[in-house]
């Protein structure tokens, strides 16, 4: 099977985000598992591609991808490069679930865009802080993994561990693991 273009996302396809601030930093510093003496997380945000197109910034908008994620303001959806523009894609990465049917596409970004208009879960970010996740089962405040996995899981799919429980790291580790459920279209490009 040849691959994807890099630049073009698909519905239900995962954008993957590496922010070079100091919060990127600290989710991607406390997302990594110690005990297994597990390098630096690579991706500390992610989103559901919910309109297929191209991450760039192209002339015709209609061909532009569109992504439903929880940010800081709040779970929006937008286009992609209007929150990451051309100067930032060596940060971007773009996941794909492979054996999804378009009825399963369908189901992830529904549930995606089910949580448009949400406010940002401040402590649900605290809980990950302090590995509490366990404890934080409300969706009315989502964060990134949160409508990721919660996504997913109404197809049925999984990262390994309950959705309510999943951060950055672990969908990024699940999918490098499980190359058969899961397919890398563009990584992030690390200095």
């Not at 003496?37 to 910034?57: A, D, F, M, Q």
Request: charge should be positive; proline fraction near 7%.
């Amino acid at each position: 099977m040849s691959k994807p273009s890099p630049l073009f996302a698909r519905r239900g396809d995962l954008l993957g985000w590496r922010s070079d601030t100091i919060i990127g930093a600290m989710i991607r510093w406390v997302e990594r598992d110690v005990f297994k003496r597990e390098p630096k997380s690579v991706v500390n945000h992610y989103g559901v591609i919910t309109r297929s197109g191209t991450i760039l910034p192209v002339d015709d908008v209609s061909q532009r991808a569109w992504v439903t994620e929880a940010l800081f303001r709040g779970v929006v959806e937008h286009e992609v490069c209007a929150e990451y523009p051309p100067e930032m894609l060596h940060n971007l990465q773009l996941l794909r679930p492979l054996n999804v049917c378009r009825k399963g596409v369908n189901t992830i970004v529904k549930a995606a865009r089910g949580y448009v208009g949400r406010p940002y879960g401040w402590l649900k970010i605290i809980g990950h802080l302090l590995h509490l996740e366990r404890w934080l089962h409300r969706d009315d405040h989502p964060i990134c993994t949160w409508v990721a996995a919660k996504s997913y899981e109404a197809e049925g799919l999984d990262f390994g561990k309950p959705a309510a429980w999943i951060g950055p790291d672990d969908i990024d580790d699940f999918a490098r693991d499980n190359p058969k459920k899961y397919m890398i279209i563009r990584d992030v490009q690390l200095p």
